[in-house]
């Protein structure tokens, strides 16, 4: 089956600082990826629509200076939380679209806190 | 404005009964239809497609679909505790490269 994966799965950090995540596709390229938050009991919220080759489309209220979003290739793209804050903690989650069979399929997630 | 609205639940079923999990949706161009489970912690897990009107199963989960209803609905059978979580629909609206999420019915299959 179509694997995503993410690192790191979990991270701390201090408010001020910078953190990465990374997004792959392991078995299929894609094209299309995206990257969700959940707040804990919440729905997921899509943050941006990243396409490989070109600028990510963000979705309203979400600051894309602060969300850096970078698909360099088929297999990766990338979400740099920029000046993290307390409130940015939250599970970020990526996901993948397969362009052949036309489904998405999510990464394990990324539990960013920010102390 | 794309919708997808399910019941919060929670819904309880016994185990090894069935449960019905329903989704209606609001663009009537949408084509692509998507069921994915999502333990708590866990990110979302891909269960079943489906595209086309009527039945599609796979295992003990059969995916229906109406587009003239604007409905699709998810059936468990021989339900399992393990099954206990948190449901999500998703509709790709036509003309769209994303999915719209509907906020998830939780079950719960107790013993």
């Known amino acids: 089956g179509a694997v995503v994966s993410q690192h790191p799965s979990r991270v701390i950090c201090k408010s001020g600082t910078s953190v990465k995540i990374e997004c792959r596709s392991l078995?299929?390229?894609?094209?299309?990826m995206f990257w969700y938050r959940q707040f804990p009991k919440q729905s997921l919220m899509l943050m941006a629509t990243?396409?490989?080759?070109?600028?990510?489309?963000?979705e309203q209220g979400v600051e894309k200076d602060k969300f850096l979003i970078n698909h360099a290739s088929l297999t990766l793209s990338t979400l740099t939380v920029t000046s993290a804050h307390p409130e940015d903690s939250s599970f970020y989650i990526c996901?993948?679209?397969?362009?052949?069979?036309?489904?998405?399929?999510f990464g394990p997630g990324t539990r960013l806190t920010v102390l | 404005q794309k919708e997808v609205e399910q019941n919060s639940g929670p819904l309880s079923v016994p185990e090894g009964a069935i449960a019905s999990l329903n989704c209606t949706y609001s663009?009537?161009?949408?084509?692509?239809f998507f069921w994915y489970r999502q333990y708590s912690g866990k990110s979302p897990e891909l269960i079943m497609f489906?595209?086309?009107?009527g039945d599609k199963e796979d295992g003990r989960f059969t995916a229906q679909l109406n587009k003239a209803s604007q409905y699709v609905s998810l059936l468990i059978r021989d339900s399992q505790p393990s099954d206990s979580a948190t449901y999500l629909c998703?509709?790709?609206?036509?003309?769209?490269?994303?999915?719209?999420f509907g906020a998830g019915t939780r079950l719960a299959v107790h013993p």
């Open positions: 663009d009537r161009g949408s084509q692509s």
């Open positions: 489906i595209y086309s009107n």
């Open positions: 078995d299929f390229q894609a094209t299309t």
């Open positions: 990243s396409n490989e080759g070109s600028k990510a489309t963000y």
């Open positions: 998703a509709v790709k609206p036509g003309g769209y490269n994303k999915l719209i």
């Open positions: 996901s993948a679209r397969d362009l052949y069979a036309d489904t998405q399929y």
